[in-house]
């Protein structure tokens, strides 16, 4: 399984995402866009989103954390992360 976040190191939505990984047990590879001068528009071209995090579940982009935390109540995360 390969999930990556894009991010940024201010973002709160970031940070609630990771938790919400990390709640999970699952380990990712977090991408800090600004420490590696990826712009927004590179990003959007991996992810398809221009808002951070982004993230990436298997090399299908899930969107932010609201998307990521409506997967979680709907039972779908857990589908996604046993694959």
Same mark, same amino acid.
């Given at each position: 399984?390969?999930?990556?976040?894009?991010?940024?190191?201010?973002?709160?939505?970031?940070?609630?995402?990771?938790? /919400?990984?990390?709640?999970?047990? &699952?380990?990712?590879?977090? %991408?800090?866009? !600004?420490? @590696? +001068?990826?712009?927004?528009?590179?990003?959007?071209? /991996?992810?398809?989103?221009?808002? &951070?995090?982004?993230?990436? %579940?298997?090399? !299908?982009? @899930? +969107?932010?954390?609201?998307?990521?935390?409506?997967?979680?109540?709907?039972?779908?995360?857990?589908?996604?992360?046993?694959?």
């Amino acid at each position: 399984m390969s999930i990556k976040i894009y991010s940024t190191s201010w973002c709160g939505p970031c940070k609630f995402a990771k938790r /919400l990984l990390d709640s999970k047990g &699952v380990s990712y590879d977090e %991408i800090d866009i !600004e420490k @590696i +001068g990826m712009s927004r528009e590179e990003m959007a071209g /991996l992810t398809g989103g221009m808002s &951070v995090p982004q993230i990436v %579940i298997n090399d !299908e982009p @899930i +969107g932010g954390f609201e998307d990521l935390w409506t997967l979680d109540q709907n039972g779908e995360l857990d589908q996604k992360l046993t694959n």
